[in-house]
């Protein structure tokens, strides 16, 4: 049997569960369930970012110990994933004891292989909190982090360096040929720009930071907590013996953390890259960038008490090209979801159902085929346009109920019509079924055996 295993990024836990998040888990839910569909052992890994200068903030403000903070907030981004229907195949916390072995396992062996230095080097540098990274001089406005309105902290201590510059030529060849297929190509073009610019190496070790794993090789230190996350993706791999990763599925943000230092740091100890990894956009809400100080965030329970969640899942995924960026707006959203669940998928199922019944029709063909089309789209992780050609097909059945007017038919030659229309609607659950897992499982079992018209799949929104 074929692998597929695709990853989410792990998500910090010092801060709750929104819109970004979801997005890419959803994403990468609609891939997995797909290749499953397509008879692969489809895996997805999802979870939490737990450890970090971030979050031991974060558990100071809240007067808790860092564990019991990330104990109570991770469970909050598992409880929603749960909810959104995400099929998870692990949800990996950094704290887990697996994990902290894993990481310690692989910087062994990198120190080992000389990829790090045998001692410390002094360091000194700004340092974003809210970052987790060291800052150069053109992310900050007079001295202050662009981004975050912080100061960096100073720091001035001895970490260990990861010698990244070493593997510089390797990686360019890695990306430019493809091996590691770094996606959308626009993107690929700028990591391949930065490289030539030279590679330097990093810091990878911070000797005033508790909440981290020890260095295995100098316990005085512990591991930067991107170089501690980026090796989630390994341990689950690793154990299930699935291991070079298909699919990272990143935020464009993060793209040089994966496609860069990740891979290096694989090669380091003489493992295979991952096969693709692939960055979507970021979104604005209402042209304005998402920000609790702006106070537009928008959390997860929002849209699934508008929209249910497998409207959610819909709403999202069709709003714009996968990999660009884009903007939401509540009208839009509700717009999207009129139109296209309410009116077009819920009104046709509506409408051929009630006839159905009529005639005490039963479907006794199920030939349905996962349009190759869209499957094609799928693959290339156009989701929109897999969706546009799905809601082509509803279009066109519609259209074809108006022009055959299949109320005025007699008995036989609305048999036909009905046993024609069901194999159509079945295709269009079986396409569906990857993005609206829910709804597309109430289509097929309404429309096999005898038909029943049933509750609205989706009542319109005012
Ligand atoms: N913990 C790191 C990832 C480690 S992976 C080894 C991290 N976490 S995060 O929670 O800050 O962000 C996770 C993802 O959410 C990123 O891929 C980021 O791009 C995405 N998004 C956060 N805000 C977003 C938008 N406004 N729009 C789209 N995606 C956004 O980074």
Known sequence: MNKYYATTPIYYVNDVPHIGHTYTTIAADVI?????????????????????????????????????YVDQISSEFKQIWDKLNINYSRFIRTTDEDHIKIVQGFLQKMYENDAIDQNPRLYKGL?????????????????????????????????YYFKLSKFQDQLETLISSDEIN?????????????????????????????????????NKHTVYVWIDALINYYTYGKEKGIWPADLHLVGKDILWFHSIIWPA???????????????HGFFTINGQKMSKTIGNVIKPEELI????????????LSAFPFGEDGDFSWEYLDRSFNAD?????????????????????????????????????????????????????????????????????????LTEFLSESSIKIRSIALSLKP????????????????VKSGPSLFPRIR
């Not at 008490?305 to 999202?316: A, S």
């Open 435 to 450: 993005f609206l897992p829910e709804t597309a499982e109430k289509i097929l079992t309404q429309f096999s055996g005898e």
């Open 265 to 279: 740091m694989l090669l380091s100890i003489n493992e295979e890259t991952p096969k693709q990894v692939f960055a």
């Open 32 to 68: 997995t369930r797909f290749y499953k569909q397509i008879g692969y052992d489809a895996r997805l890994l999802t979870g939490a970012d737990e450890h970090g200068a971030k979050i031991e903030e974060a558990a100071k403000k809240h007067n808790l110990k860092p564990q019991q």
């Open 127 to 159: 340092y974003c909190v809210g970052h987790e990274k060291f800052m150069s001089p053109e992310e900050l406005t007079d001295g202050v982090c662009s981004e975050h309105k912080t100061k960096p902290i100073e720091y001035a201590e001895e970490n």
């Open 305 to 316: 008490t508008k929209y249910g969640v497998d409207g959610t899942r819909y709403v999202l």
């Open 341 to 413: 669940l309410a009116n077009g998928l819920g009104n046709l199922i509506a409408r051929i159902a009630k006839l159905a019944e009529k005639v005490n029709f039963k479907v006794t063909e199920t030939t349905e085929i996962f349009d190759p089309l869209v499957s094609q789209k799928l693959k290339e992780l156009k989701f929109s346009e897999a969706l546009t050609f799905i809601w082509q097909d509803i279009a066109a059945l519609d259209k074809k109920i108006n022009e055959v007017q299949p109320w005025k038919l007699e008995t036989a030659e």
């Open 182 to 218: 770094v996606r959308p190509i626009a993107r690929k073009n700028e990591v391949l720009g930065k490289i030539k610019q030279g590679l330097e190496d990093i810091s990878i070790s911070r000797a005033s930071l508790e909440w981290g794993i020890p260095l295995p090789f100098d």
